[in-house]
């Protein structure tokens, strides 16, 4: 994934503790939840993110989930 065509992102872009953030001037930054409560990662890091130890893999959306949840009409 890029920002803009021009810089990459790296691990960020894939990671589940990322947010991405968009500014109302329309710039997108990568927030990194880790840093909420370990201060060893920045809260916005320095793009790319090559290498990192609090990279966890996102979880594919569960499209059944929703069915699951919604309630019987019966
Ligand atoms: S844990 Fe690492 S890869 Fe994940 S959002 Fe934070 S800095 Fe990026």
């Given at each position: 994934m890029s920002l803009g065509g021009s810089v990459s992102v790296g691990l960020c872009?894939?990671?589940?503790?990322?947010e991405i953030i968009r500014s109302?001037?329309?710039?997108?930054?990568?927030?990194?939840?880790?840093?909420?409560?370990?201060?060893?990662?920045?809260?916005?890091?320095?793009?790319p993110v090559i290498e990192c130890a609090g990279w966890s893999e996102q979880m594919p959306a569960k499209p059944d989930c929703q069915a699951n949840l919604k309630p019987s009409l019966e």
């Open positions: 872009a894939s990671c589940a503790r990322s109302s001037r329309g710039s997108t930054f990568f927030r990194c939840k880790l840093s909420d409560t370990d201060p060893h990662f920045p809260k916005y890091p320095r793009l």
